[in-house]
């Protein structure tokens, strides 16, 4: 027997991947587990939200610099995937980031590297003075 009250939903609105049906063919951001961040035209997903991505641009972001490297066809197995947003064409090009060449922002991204590798330790320092005990493997464990 069909439920015809409108206060519940439909069971399909509680399935992951079944929300990315309206997102074909528009254009997306799509986060993954190791902080990357892509943004490309959803062209197809399966029931594991394993995504194909065609024009596909890795944009690489540090503090309030940005740069792009350009992948094309991308496949994202679904596992990996954080965050997906669709991208409103109107704001797209009012991004509040100044573009810079690759050779910046890998310059760039070193020197965070290094100052959260320097905050880390010196964090870590502290807390093995005061008793604690320091897990430094540092693996994604899910």
């Known amino acids: 027997m069909e439920n015809t009250d409108p206060a519940l939903l439909p069971s399909i609105i509680f399935t992951t991947a079944a929300q990315l049906v309206d997102c074909v063919d528009k254009k997306l ?6 902080g990357r961040k892509l943004i ?3 062209r197809s997903f399966d029931q594991y939200a394993n995504l194909v991505l065609q024009d596909t641009i890795e944009r690489i ?3 309030s610099m940005y740069s792009d490297i350009q992948r094309g066809v991308y496949i994202v197995r ?6 997906v947003g669709e991208i409103e064409p109107e704001k797209e090009d009012s991004i509040p980031l ?3 060449s690759l050779d910046e922002i890998y310059a760039a991204r070193q020197d ?3 100052h959260r590798r320097q905050r ?5 320092s502290k807390l093995m003075d005061i008793g604690f005990s320091i897990d430094t ?3 994604d464990m899910y």
């Open 120 to 124: 880390e330790l010196t964090k870590n």
């Open 112 to 114: 965070e590297i290094n």
């Open 40 to 42: 490309g035209i959803l």
């Open 98 to 100: 100044k573009e810079v």
């Open 61 to 63: 972001i540090v503090e």
């Open 78 to 83: 679904g596992e990996n995937v954080v965050l």
């Open 29 to 34: 951001l799509v986060v993954l587990r190791d």
């Open 137 to 139: 493997q540092q693996e």
